[in-house]
Each structure stands twice: as structure tokens, then as C-alpha cells.
């Protein structure tokens, strides 16, 4: 799919920012630009805002005010369905997988191809196309699935959460926003998701960037160039990682440097 791009502008632009409920600010004038391949970790307490600023650039809830631009091209989402539609892919904690479906029926659900005939379509799924499509994307990504008709209630819990990312980027052409990535995973599973996030990002023909909310300190470090973080609903920090500590990075998240 091709998109409005204005040279030179950042993948995204956000100005502004803010979600207000009543007299509580969820979210409070927030600011920043997220560059092409760039993974950034989105941190802070429970309260903070993460969720929101997340659910706001997934079109998932209308911020009470603020700009947001793709490549330099001002976006308004009412809906999850528009924010999708220009290439920003969400990673919930439930991940919304169909548990009795096998994985080219989860990467397609709501999105199923039917194939064509006499006067439009027939309403029949077009299913070989559909696992071509699906076999090809989790091919290109560290990932393995030796057999792509398992059922999603077969397989791990890290498995489940590479099948999810890897959805997302098979639509996302733009943006991937990942809730908690390695929550509840055991050591080994949450290094296979974190491994092909970092792929996903580097070896992308499309210009793809991710934000990654989590509470572990050490996935972030591992995977993220740059940290934002966020503080009763305002963005207190912008590190890149290179020029900071965890040390500050917990400082700020804290308050200690207030």
C-alpha cells in the first residue's frame, strides 16, 4: 500500500497531545517524533499513560486534543479500523488470537480473502492464498512454525506472541505498537520475541519503527535506541540510550529527578 509522504518529514509527528477525563489528564500535552527503523521503549508506572497514548495512536480513543502526523501528513482516527488503514498495527496483552484457528486464519481474520467468479465475488475463502501469503511472512522473520494448520490453543505462550507480532507486521506497513511483548514469558521465549522484534525492524523494506510499552528494564535495554518516558501523563523524558543509565531512566520514571 502506498502512502501520503512529505520528504524529510519523521515517520511520526505528534504535537501536542493530550486525553482528559473529566479533571483527570490521562495523557498531557505530550510531544515528540519517532525516525524510520526506530524501536523505541515507551516507559513509566502503572497511571502514567502508556496505554493511552498508545490506544490514541491506534485510533482505539479520540485524544481530547493534540496533532498527529505520518509522515508528515496530519491523521484524525475515530476508529482502529482507520488508524490500520495507514499502516499502524496494535499488540494487545490479549493479543486477540482465535484460539481454534491455525495461524493464515489468525493473520487474516476480518481481512479473509474470497475468491473472485462469475458477477463478484463468490464468498468462497480463498484459503491456499491465503496460507501462500501468511507462510511467506513467517518465513522472512526469525520465527519457526513447522506446521502452519496447528491450532493457536496447541502452542506456548511465546509462540502465540510471535504469531500476534508477526500479523501486526505483516499489515502494519508503517507502525507497531507492542503492549507488553514478553509479559508472563519464560527467559527463553521472551529472547525469540525479542530477536525477531529487532528483525522485524532491520531487515523491513518499509520503513517500519515500533514503540514498545514494558516494565522490564532489561527486554527494553536489549532491544529500544531510545527511551520515552512517561509521568502522570506527561512525557518527563526522551533519552536516547546510548546517552543515559538505567539508573536515570528508574529516576525519571520515579519522580527522583523532580
Same mark, same amino acid.
Given at each position: 500500500m502506498s ?9 511520526l ?6 486525553k &482528559?477525563?473529566?479533571t483527570?489528564?490521562?495523557l498531557?500535552d505530550?510531544?515528540?517524533?519517532l525516525?524510520?527503523d ?5 516507559l513509566?508506572d502503572?497511571?502514567?499513560g502508556k496505554?493511552t497514548?498508545v490506544?490514541?495512536?491506534a485510533?482505539?480513543v ?6 498527529v502526523y505520518? &509522515?508528515?501528513d496530519?491523521k ?20 486477540a488470537?482465535?484460539d481454534?484457528?491455525?495461524?493464515p486464519?489468525?493473520?487474516?481474520l476480518?481481512?479473509e ?8 465475488k463468490?464468498g ?10 501468511a507462510r511467506a511472512?513467517?518465513?522472512a ?5 513447522p ?7 496447541? /502452542?506456548?505462550g ?5 504469531v ?14 507492542l503492549?507488553e511483548?514478553?509479559a ?5 521465549e521472551?529472547?525469540?520475541v525479542?530477536? /525477531?522484534i529487532?528483525? /522485524?525492524v532491520?531487515?523491513s523494506?518499509?520503513d /517500519?519503527?515500533?514503540?514498545v510499552?514494558? &516494565?522490564?528494564m ?11 518516558i ?6 518527563v523524558?526522551?533519552l536516547?540510550?546510548?546517552e543515559?543509565?538505567?539508573q536515570?531512566?528508574?529516576? &525519571?520514571?520515579?519522580g527522583?529527578?523532580?
Amino acid at each position: 500500500m502506498s502512502y501520503v509522504t512529505v520528504p524529510g518529514a519523521p515517520l511520526l509527528d505528534i504535537r501536542g497531545l493530550s486525553k &482528559h477525563y473529566g479533571t483527570i489528564r490521562a495523557l498531557d500535552d505530550v510531544s515528540f517524533t519517532l525516525d524510520r527503523d526506530e524501536i523505541v521503549g515507551l516507559l513509566g508506572d502503572n497511571g502514567a499513560g502508556k496505554s493511552t497514548l498508545v490506544k490514541c495512536l491506534a485510533g482505539a480513543v479520540i485524544p481530547t486534543a493534540g496533532e498527529v502526523y505520518l &509522515h508528515g501528513d496530519r491523521k484524525v482516527f475515530s476508529t482502529p479500523a482507520e488508524a490500520r488503514d495507514e499502516g499502524i498495527e496494535t499488540v494487545y496483552q490479549q493479543l486477540a488470537l482465535v484460539d481454534i484457528f491455525d495461524i493464515p486464519a489468525n493473520f487474516y481474520l476480518g481481512r479473509e480473502v474470497v475468491r473472485s467468479g462469475w458477477r463478484g465475488k463468490l464468498g468462497i475463502l480463498n484459503r491456499r492464498l491465503m496460507r501462500k501469503r501468511a507462510r511467506a511472512a513467517v518465513e522472512a522473520l526469525p520465527a519457526r512454525f513447522p506446521n502452519l494448520d496447528a491450532e493457536i490453543e496447541t /502452542m506456548s505462550g511465546g509462540q502465540r506472541q510471535v504469531v500476534a507480532i508477526s500479523r501486526a507486521g505483516f499489515w502494519g506497513g508503517r507502525l507497531l505498537l507492542l503492549d507488553e511483548p514478553t509479559a508472563a514469558l519464560g527467559v527463553k521465549e521472551a529472547a525469540a520475541v525479542l530477536e /525477531m522484534i529487532g528483525a /522485524m525492524v532491520s531487515s523491513s523494506d518499509t520503513d /517500519m519503527a515500533m514503540i514498545v510499552i514494558s &516494565h522490564n528494564m532489561e527486554h527494553v535495554w536489549s532491544i529500544c535506541t531510545r527511551l520515552l518516558i512517561l509521568r502522570q501523563g506527561r512525557l518527563v523524558a526522551d533519552l536516547p540510550k546510548s546517552e543515559t543509565t538505567r539508573q536515570e531512566v528508574v529516576a &525519571h520514571i520515579t519522580g527522583a529527578t523532580a
